[in-house]
């Protein structure tokens, strides 16, 4: 069966360090990836998307790649700060799109 | 531009009421998506509509759930004789086109079930 795994279900780190949140996935092949943040009591809101033949996606201090022969992909947090402390999701998307249960990250100051 | 809109945010229902829950896509966008999310746990995809049509039902339980998208206004999520396993936090996420790339989400309604 399908199965997408985020790592571990909570990550905590100091400001200023890179933030790594890992997707791993099984039985699937997405044609995209894509990486929200949600806050408690709110909707997630769209980060980033990475196509299937992309390697690697940035966006100010965010960076993403996706490894389809791993099938796993990474989301990278640089120069973290305590407003980055959410939980971030990862979904995967071909006819339709499927999510993680998410990895809840705090960033200390 | 609003955003995607859902109503009510929180709605409390003893087990056996019906308990139905509003979206409203952002302008433009005629796909509507939606997902419920327990405590602890990832969204889980439930249904996708286009305007008057059920696209992808796969995610619905069989009973008691519901959902329509009517040519005018918002998507209904119908929940019949609701029990406490449905206490939940229910988002509905629009899109502009079918293809699902970036769903632009609700901020939810938490349905509590006595």
């Known amino acids: 069966s399908q199965k997408i795994e985020q790592n571990s279900e909570a990550l905590n780190i100091q400001e200023g360090k890179t933030a790594t949140l890992t997707c791993n996935y099984t039985?699937?092949?997405?044609?995209?990836l894509q990486w929200y943040r949600q806050d408690p009591g709110r909707g997630p809101v769209f980060l980033l998307l990475i196509r299937e033949n992309e390697k690697e996606k940035r966006k100010e201090r965010l960076k993403v790649t996706f490894d389809t022969t791993l099938k796993q992909s990474l989301f990278h947090i640089t120069a973290s700060q305590p407003a980055d402390s959410a939980t971030y999701l990862c979904a995967l998307g071909d006819n339709d799109m499927r999510f993680g249960a998410g990895t809840r990250l705090t960033v200390k100051p | 531009n609003a955003g995607v809109m859902q109503n009510p945010r929180h709605l409390v229902r003893r087990r056996g009421q019906e308990a139905r829950l509003r979206c409203s896509p952002m302008k433009g966008h005629s796909h509507v998506y939606w997902y419920r999310q327990l405590p602890e746990e990832g969204l889980k995809f439930m249904v996708y509509?286009?305007?008057?049509?059920?696209?992808?039902e796969s995610g619905m339980p069989k009973e008691r759930f519901s959902a329509e998208f009517p040519k005018e206004g918002p998507s209904i999520l119908r929940i019949q004789q609701v029990v406490r396993g449905d206490s939940a936090a229910y988002f509905c996420?629009?899109?502009?086109?079918?293809?699902?790339?970036?769903?632009?989400f609700g901020p939810g309604t938490r349905l509590l079930v006595l």
């Open positions: 039985n699937y092949s997405p044609a995209y």
């Open positions: 996420a629009s899109s502009e086109d079918r293809h699902q790339e970036t769903q632009y």
């Open positions: 509509l286009q305007k008057e049509n059920i696209i992808d």
